[in-house]
């Protein structure tokens, strides 16, 4: 029996999908890791069980997954009836039984990797809203999931650090974030430097800004609002004895 295989053929396309792929696998691996009880235990987001976070990875496949239905068809298809729906379903899904929650995981995963498989190359191209209201092409879901599973793969709090997250997925969300910042105008002052690479993002133009600086895990990882271990700040050259708190992402 011939294999399939994905339709696109956009080289960039396919790299990205490879990563948000690997990302996925990632995060099986670090769940497969948890035993029933340690489902129980708190994620690293405020309020969240990891059985919440597994349940908000495994419908925000199915979410995404009708984005690119959307793409494909040209029916209009939101990713949720509304914030509330969202926020029940996830609430739901962390009161599943634990084999229940794992096939959650998997079957959605699954379902979404299928769906980017199938999709032809033109409705690549085809536009589609986001929950939060932007119009992308369906190539735009490639990355939203992208970020979700190797984020959220550190949020279960099971020893996985941004050094595992590979490099180019690592620049592109210190690309967002600080884009994020910049569109909110909540930049203002602020400077991020990763060492060791050509890469400065921020208020350039800033007088005497607020300088952090590190190497690219230990940066993202703090713009991200996970910690800043193995970041430093200067302001004027003067080195702060505290490292700002990142402005908010998401």
Known sequence: ???????????GLLEALLQARRGTAFFARKLNELSVDDLDGPSLLPGWTRRHLVAHIGYNARAIARLVEWAASGVETPMYASPEARNQEINFGATLSPIALRHLFDHSAVHLSVEWRDLPTQAW??????????????????????????IHALDLDNGATFADIPVPVLARLLTDITGAWQTRGTDEGLV???????????????????????????VVEWAAGRGNGGVTAKQDGAALDHVPTAPKWI
Request: glycine share 6%; aromatic share 4%.
């Open 192 to 218: 991020v430097k990763v060492t060791g690479r050509d890469l400065t993002l921020g208020d350039i133009a800033a007088a005497t800004p607020t300088v952090v600086s590190g190497p690219l895990p230990a």
């Open 125 to 150: 191209h085809n536009e589609v809203k986001t929950a939060q209201g932007r119009v992308v092409t369906a190539a735009e879901t490639v990355w939203m999931r992208t970020r979700e599973v190797w």
């Open 1 to 11: 029996m011939v294999a399939r295989h994905d339709q696109a053929t956009d080289p």
